[in-house]
């Protein structure tokens, strides 16, 4: 158990739609990275916080949108969904928002959207 | 921009094979490397990292060496077991540049190890 939780574990969905995905980091961790893994595009960043505050942006659509709240738990906005956005999206957290040579990335157990 | 290219798998190996999942980067100035493992419907796990060029990680039988000269960074392991069995993923993550630490993943070797 890496202490990062993600809800829900499985969300499935229609066309057009919009969903929210949470995530939780480690009890201290101020930094939270959301990553998409699909069949095709592999495992890519898409956006990172760090206290509150957004640090770096990856590959992500303007469909989508992040924030991270004053308790450092982070939402993943995915709005307007489209068959291609059906992935598997990951959360990390780290202790810093740098140096991840430094401060490893705990991952948490993802959550599956499907679009239908 | 900065990518990683690791060997495709799916690889198949006996009980006690030696392993090796082939590695190459590329990237400007000096990145992090890491090998990520992921397990049957599980998130990833740092397996191990390095930080610098002829650093050598290792954890849990697994090695891998920096190689600026090669730009690689090869995972192996003298004798795999079952429980090896996962995908294992090869990153870097570069400290500077505007980047914030973000990973960088190839695309993923499947193991399987049978008994």
């Known amino acids: 158990d890496s202490g990062v939780t993600q809800t829900p574990k499985h969300l499935i969905t229609a066309t057009g739609q919009r969903v929210t995905l949470r995530c939780s980091p480690r009890s201290g961790d101020l930094s939270v990275y959301w990553y998409q893994q699909s069949l095709d595009q592999g495992l890519q960043f898409l956006i990172q916080?760090?206290?509150?505050?957004?640090?770096a942006k990856g590959n992500i659509l303007e469909r989508f949108s992040a924030q991270q709240f004053p308790d450092l738990h982070s939402e993943l906005n995915l709005s307007s969904l489209e068959l291609g956005d059906s992935a598997l999206y990951f959360c990390a957290s780290s202790s810093r928002g740098g140096l991840a040579g430094v401060y490893e990335q705990f991952f948490g157990p993802g959550t599956r959207l499907t679009v239908l | 921009g900065d990518s990683v290219t690791q060997m495709e798998g799916p690889v198949t190996l006996s009980e006690e094979a030696f392993l090796t999942i082939n590695c190459t980067y590329t990237a400007t100035g000096y990145p992090s490397l890491f090998w990520y493992v992921q397990y049957p419907g599980e998130g990833l796990q740092l397996l191990l990292k390095?930080?610098?060029?002829?650093d050598k990680g290792s954890n849990k039988g697994f090695e891998a060496t920096y190689r600026k000269e090669t730009t690689s960074f090869h995972l192996e392991k003298g004798s795999v077991q079952v429980s090896d069995s996962a995908v294992y993923f090869c990153a870097l993550s570069r400290a500077y540049g505007g980047s914030q630490g973000n990973l960088i993943f190839g695309k993923g070797t499947k193991l399987s190890v049978k008994p």
């Open positions: 916080y760090y206290n509150g505050e957004e640090r």
């Open positions: 390095a930080t610098k060029a002829d």
